[in-house]
């Protein structure tokens, strides 16, 4: 019992870096080290008090939107050109690349997408198709036989109920067989340039450890994270995200020596020495 109570005491240490940090070492201490850390303290939604911080003398983003903002601008400096990986030519393409994207690489699907869609180039090909013929072309992405029938029923389902054009709204896409919030976000922000906010493993992990959300459900960190970012821009802040996971803030080594972001980081603040 004493050994669970000492566990989750330093759990409780753990969830709050910058709490133990500015306790220790105040601001002014560590920006007449560095002049460059000023106003760039990393927000730390384990804070209710704003008032509390103010008091200690932190200088820091007000809020998190203050540091999605920051990050955001950073991120877009590092990756200008960060954009969907899929390959596609219309929002047909993109929900159907997207829904063979599950639990496959991008670059995997790019190959398989570029035999099928030079086949198939409109929506009346594939109501022609039999589930058979398209899981042959498919078989590399995996889970072939879910996704080949969730592409045939939701061509279909076009066609009947949308006019056989792919829907515009979050609300009619999450329809579709195949298509959660994620895939739904991927062809709004970058099939029809709408406002969408995809949320993958890597908006994920880096949401939380830079520390614009301590959830883990994707709904509600898509939730928190819209309400920090103009919509206009919701496309693109999912994209840089997914950029910086790629390249450097890895799920199982992260290159922070390398991020441009590390002084706004929650997790960077906890593993960088005292």
């Known amino acids: ?42 927000s730390c939604s384990s804070f209710s008090s704003q008032k509390f911080l103010s008091g200690m003398g932190i200088s820091k983003p007000d809020d998190l939107q203050s540091l999605a903002s ?61 589930q058979k013929q398209l899981e042959e072309i498919i078989h590399s992405t995996g889970f072939y036989r879910n996704k080949a029938e969730n592409i045939l029923k939701a061509a279909r389902m076009i066609k009947e109920q949308f006019d056989g054009e792919v829907p515009k709204s979050m609300e009619e896409l999450v329809l579709l067989p195949g298509v959660g919030r994620k895939t739904a976000n991927v ?4 099939g029809f340039n709408l406002p969408g906010l995809p949320v993958d493993t890597h908006v994920i992990r880096l949401s939380n450890r830079i520390g614009l959300t301590t959830q883990q459900d994707p709904v509600k960190i ?20 997914i950029f910086h996971g790629r390249q450097i803030c890895k799920a199982r080594k992260p290159e922070c020596g390398k991020c441009p972001v590390a002084r706004s980081c929650n997790y960077y603040n906890l593993q960088a020495p005292l």
């Open 187 to 190: 062809v709004l922000g970058n």
């Open 1 to 42: 019992m004493r050994h669970l109570e000492e566990n989750r005491v330093l759990d409780w240490i753990a969830s709050r870096p910058l709490f133990f940090r500015y306790m220790l070492f105040p601001p002014s201490v560590v920006a007449s080290s560095s002049s460059s850390l000023e106003g760039t303290y990393p």
């Open 70 to 130: 920051l990050v955001f601008k950073q991120l877009k400096k590092r990756y200008p050109d960060a954009h969907c990986e899929l390959d596609f030519s219309s929002p047909m393409e993109l929900l159907f690349a997207t829904i063979l994207s599950a639990q496959c690489t991008d670059v995997r699907v790019n190959l398989v997408t570029k035999v099928m869609f030079a086949r198939y180039k409109k929506l009346n090909d594939y109501l022609k198709l039999t």
């Open 222 to 241: 898509e939730s928190e994270l819209c309400a920090l970012i103009p919509p206009k821009e919701w496309a693109r802040f999912s994209l840089t995200l």
